[in-house]
């Protein structure tokens, strides 16, 4: 066996409990409970196409319900395509994890239930797999044979081949090789033929694939490919991490996603001639993300992170890598994990050693990272500002270029809505565009690749500012890696957005200085975590957000919030806008946000909104040669930025 040594399997029968031997079981039912049920043809779809499209959530799953599927937030059902091809993805993802776990269930219990369900399930895969027709048709995807991406089929196979490796002594010489032969061997060529010549976490989870079932079949052509070859494990560590260890997506979502693939290989590979565990790059991966929590312990979710992705979890990656490495702070995490929740998973029981009493905890101070292309202001404790000054990261990217993300006592003000499922209409249609993300949005069109520069950066004891510049006039160099245009280059030819920020722990500053030679519409958009206040008119000033209300902005106007706590938003123009307030979905879109705007298609636009924490409503902004001047009137309290008119 690759997986776990004699000693780990010794230590893991000693720890094993009724409770986790229970929990195993409860995540398996659907299997366990049930005949054997493998598709006969390649009907599988894509996972993210079971979802509502009128609120954006997860279809409920079904065992007995292959044609019928129902919303959790309305009870309305949905079927035929591409609900029935999910739902049959679902399936052999299940299935697929249960060729493990309950390989795992079998190794420490010795119950021969879970041992004749794991051969039942790999034989029937194998009589059938070879016959699957490739299909696929899944954006920026190659195809599948069971799934309808390689992706897919990557992650169904980490999974067969890894309950194959625990059951293997079990099988008979021809059950043996029936299954090498037509799941693992014939799922290692077809990925193999469809991996991609780019940087991605596709790459990476088909290549950690390829390699874990080289290792479990002895086979160095599959272990070479994985690892050696262009594309694979070790060229995708050397060329798809930032100088500051992010993952090139810009996504802690998919960082992790990587992150996952990569550990999934070492923990077949581990001691062998394959294994990258004593190179730099693991550690600075399994570090970057945690200097990026928020008040309330999540990720920024920054670019596409499905909804319940941004929270910290993966302890089948941080158990190994405590076991590994020995960093404290990767054992703080997992004791913060546990607090919570019981350590009872499969990583903790083969892999776990004692645990630090310190919990991890929100990171403190400021976090100023160019190489990381993000900078995090965190003023006092509940509260952060996060600006997203990010290079383009691919198809996953939001074009969303000098993004702002706003805390306040611990809740998200000014939220990243992240994304729903891919398959849902809102994903195109709404979460994915500049629109909907508090930045700088032409003729309400998405921003093209750019490559954001920090101009300056300063704190004191008293504020913290930035000003960071996109400017679309200068050429960029695109990441070596497949995407398709969702952008607008003619929109925002010539442009140029320089973004002021001034954080202190009264107010935040947000001043947006925009040379628009084509006088194009420049929209200065803000989404706000809070009630917006009154009806929806007819006007849609981006699809899926409505008008509100809209005036003129003549010099400056104040705004009034119900939030988490009241919140006092105060405009100001230098030049002829338009103030817009709207309403536009949340995540999930069974709810509403206020949407803050600011328009105007001047040659050369200064707008400027000050978020009033104090909630006193007496904010006054002005200009006095160059100089843009903020002041309380009720204390006296100012502050003044240096701003071209």
């Keep these: 066996m690759k997986q ?10 000693q720890r094993v409990t009724p409770e986790i031997v229970n929990a195993l079981i409860a995540r398996n039912r659907e299997v366990i409970d049930n005949d054997i049920l493998v598709p006969e043809t390649g009907c599988a779809t894509w996972n993210h196409y079971f979802f509502c499209p009128n609120h954006s959530v997860r279809l409920i ?14 009870g309305a059902t949905f079927s035929g395509e591409p609900y029935d091809g999910a739902w049959w993805r679902w399936l052999n993802g299940l299935n697929a994890r249960a060729c493990y776990e309950l390989a795992v269930l079998w190794l420490l219990t010795d119950d ?44 169904c196979h980490a999974d067969f081949a890894r309950g194959f490796d625990i059951i293997r002594g079990q099988l008979t010489q021809t059950q043996e090789r029936y299954i090498a032969e037509r799941l693992l061997c014939c799922g290692a060529e077809f990925l193999m033929a469809h991996r991609c010549n780019q940087i991605h976490n596709h790459e990476v989870k088909i290549g950690a694939t390829i390699g874990i079932i080289g290792a479990v079949l002895g086979n160095d052509r599959y272990l070479d490919f994985a690892v050696r070859s262009p594309y694979g494990l070790q060229y995708q560590l050397e060329h798809a991490l930032s100088a500051g260890g992010l993952w090139f997506e810009g996504s802690v979502h998919y960082h992790y996603y990587a992150l996952e693939a990569f550990f999934a290989f070492e923990k077949v590979a581990q001691g062998s001639r394959y294994s990258l565990l004593d190179k730099p790059w693991y550690r600075r991966m399994l570090s970057v993300p945690l200097q990026l929590l928020l008040p309330d312990m999540t990720f920024p979710a920054i670019n596409d992170c499905v909804k319940g992705q941004e929270r ?32 009872d998973n499969i990583d903790a029981l083969f892999y776990g050693v004692a645990l630090p ?44 270029s000098l993004d702002l993300i706003v805390y306040r006592d611990g809740k998200p003000l000014l939220p990243d809505l992240g994304t729903t499922g891919y398959g849902a209409p809102l994903h195109y249609g709404y979460y994915k565009n500049t629109f909907s993300h508090s930045t700088l949005c032409v003729n309400g069109k998405n921003q093209p690749p750019s490559n954001p520069q920090v101009v300056n950066w300063a704190e004191n004891s008293a504020e913290a500012r930035l000003v960071a510049e996109v400017d679309w ?23 140029s957005f320089r973004r002021h920020v001034v954080v202190t722990d009264r107010w935040l500053i947000d001043v947006h200085e925009v040379d628009n030679p084509h006088q194009q519409q420049v929209d200065s958009v803000w989404h706000l975590n809070a009630a917006p206040a009154g009806d929806s008119t007819a006007g849609c000033c981006f699809p899926h957000v409505q008008t509100i209300r809209q005036t003129p902005l003549t010099g400056a106007a104040d705004l009034f919030y119900a939030a988490a706590t009241p919140l006092h938003v105060h405009c100001f123009s230098g030049g002829e806008t338009t103030l817009i307030q709207a309403r536009g979905p949340d995540n999930p879109s069974t709810s509403d946000l206020a949407y803050v705007i600011l328009r105007a298609s001047q040659r050369r636009i200064v ?13 006054c902004v002005g200009w006095e040669n160059g100089t843009l001047r903020v002041e309380e009137a009720r204390s006296g309290y100012s502050c003044a930025l240096e701003v071209n008119a």
Excluded at 321 to 341: F, I, K
Excluded at 474 to 493: G, N
């Design 61 to 74: 799953w079904d065992r007995h319900s292959p044609g019928r599927h129902r919303c959790p937030i309305d």
């Design 473 to 495: 006039r200068q050429p960029i160099t695109m990441p070596d890696s497949k995407t398709r245009v969702e952008w607008d280059d003619a929109a925002y030819q010539d442009v």
């Design 357 to 400: 009493e310190q919990h991890l905890q929100p990171p403190e101070g400021h976090l100023h990272a160019p190489d990381l292309g993000l900078t995090l202001i965190r003023t006092t404790p509940g509260d952060a500002v996060c600006i997203n000054h990010l290079p383009y990261g691919g198809e996953h990217d939001h074009y969303a």
């Design 4 to 13: 776990f040594t004699d000693a780990q399997i010794q230590l893991a029968r």
């Design 112 to 155: 021969p239930r879970w041992l004749e369900k794991v051969v039942a399930l790999l034989m029937r895969y194998a009589q059938f797999y070879p016959d699957y027709e490739e299909h696929g048709g899944i954006p920026y995807n190659g195809p599948g044979k069971a799934n309808a991406q390689t992706l897919c089929e990557a992650n």
């Design 607 to 619: 707008h400027v909104c000050v978020f009033d924490f104090t909630g006193s409503g007496e904010i």
């Design 312 to 343: 910290p979890g993966h302890p089948d990656i941080y158990e190994f890598a405590w076991q590994v490495y020995r960093e404290p702070e990767y054992g703080a995490l997992l004791s913060w994990l546990y607090s919570t929740r019981p350590r």
